[in-house]
């Protein structure tokens, strides 16, 4: 008895193997489907605290403040953006190029694409922090973007500064209730925060204030900080990550740039492992570690490639080795603002 009740076990072990096998096979298709259906990429969404959606990865669409941009390349990008499957644009009106963004919208919803299923970010400007202004300042914004409303409104920076670079002692909680009124009007449907600091965060909650549903701030492998999004993570408030490549391009790294650079062994080892690219590793670290990256190019086949990150996982020892690129270097410490009574950053000349 026993050994025909063993025979028959013995015999259906494949079938149970096989079916298992359909299950992971069926599971790999839907995935691939999901992400990459139509060789179309769809990133996942994060909830925000509002109870919004926010798309996982966003164009960035800042060109330096040393670049002056040309009559359409950031159009095209928006609209390569949108072709490759990015739904989240970032920009703001101190880049000078919301018209191009709003531009290659306009294009993308002409052939189809809903407006709801985008996600659009704009920032504040310096010279807008009263409260009073922030209203019309969107408007402006909205006009060049072409868009009754946007997605996500951020104060760009907690430092005042009028056109003529004196400063603006403008508290930032009135900034903020100016956001808030924005809201409550509809021309923003979130509102968030960038380049703010916990304790700034801290002080808006204290005064009974709207909590933020984003921080955008500076992330990649040198500035990693780790307290920061913790504190995040226990508010319940999303991190965009401006800055994903920090200095891994020659081009890009100043001289007292720490590494690593785009051609390092152990990051060239991990990219060769996926089938990647070493900012695509860079990209999908930051995407782990519970951020929006807001990678920017020009050029199609990056746009293409930064989007194509999320079809691995990294394993806990290449996330460790990640981790120790960590130097608390800033890439953008902005130190011109240094004597401004809210300078958010660590006052290190």
Same mark, same amino acid.
């Given at each position: 008895?026993?050994?025909?009740?063993?025979?028959?076990?013995?015999?259906?072990?494949?079938?149970?193997?096989?079916?298992?096998?359909?299950?992971?096979?069926?599971?790999?298709?839907?995935?691939?489907?999901?992400?990459?259906?139509?060789?179309?990429?769809?990133?996942?969404?994060?909830?925000?605290?509002?109870?919004?959606?926010?798309?996982?990865?966003?164009?960035? #669409?800042? /060109?330096? =403040?040393?670049?002056?941009?040309?009559?359409?390349? @950031?159009?095209?990008?928006?609209?390569?953006?949108?072709?490759?499957?990015y739904r989240h644009i970032d920009t703001a009106y101190a880049y000078k190029i919301e018209d191009q963004v709003g531009r290659g919208l306009k294009k993308k919803m002409a052939d189809g694409v809903a407006r709801e299923?985008?996600?659009?970010? #704009?920032? /504040?400007? =310096?010279?807008?922090?009263?409260?009073?202004?922030? @209203?019309?300042?969107?408007?402006?914004?909205?006009?060049?973007?072409?868009?009754?409303?946007?997605?996500?409104?951020?104060?760009h920076w907690p430092c005042g500064q009028f056109d003529n670079q004196t400063y603006d002692y403008t508290d930032y909680l009135e900034t903020w209730r100016g956001m808030i009124?924005?809201?409550? /009007?509809?021309?923003?449907?979130?509102?968030?925060?960038?380049?703010?600091?916990?304790e700034m965060m801290d002080r808006i909650a204290a005064n009974g204030l709207e909590k933020p549903a984003v921080l955008q701030v500076e992330l990649n492998l040198n500035l990693q900080q780790p307290e920061l999004l913790a504190y995040c993570r226990e508010h319940n408030i999303v991190v965009m990550g401006y800055t994903p490549f920090g200095s891994i391009f020659y081009s890009k790294a100043k001289e007292d740039a720490p590494p690593p650079r785009v051609d390092d062994p152990e990051l060239v080892a991990i990219a060769k492992k996926y089938g990647k690219t070493v900012p695509q590793v860079v990209l999908r670290y930051l995407v782990e570690l519970g951020i929006i990256p807001i990678p920017k190019s020009l050029t199609k086949s990056r746009i293409e490639q930064n989007i194509d990150i999320f079809d691995f996982k990294l394993t806990e020892e290449e996330k460790s080795l990640l981790k120790t690129f960590d130097k608390k270097y800033r890439t953008i410490p902005q130190h011109k603002w240094l004597d401004h009574p809210y300078y958010p950053f660590e006052k290190k000349q």
């Open positions: 008895m026993h050994a025909v009740l063993a025979k028959q076990a013995q015999s259906t072990q494949p079938d149970i193997d096989s079916h298992a096998m359909a299950r992971v096979i069926v599971f790999y298709v839907l995935t691939c489907l999901f992400y990459y259906g139509n060789g179309v990429v769809t990133p996942p969404k994060l909830k925000l605290n509002d109870g919004r959606d926010i798309p996982g990865i966003a164009l960035g #669409t800042w /060109l330096g =403040n040393n670049t002056k941009p040309s009559s359409n390349e @950031v159009e095209l990008a928006v609209t390569w953006a949108v072709e490759a499957g299923d985008l996600f659009i970010t #704009t920032k /504040l400007w =310096n010279d807008h922090h009263a409260r009073e202004e922030v @209203v019309p300042a969107l408007r402006e914004s909205l006009g060049k973007l072409m868009l009754d409303y946007v997605d996500l409104y951020l104060i009124d924005a809201k409550n /009007l509809g021309l923003a449907k979130s509102i968030g925060l960038s380049n703010f600091n916990q």
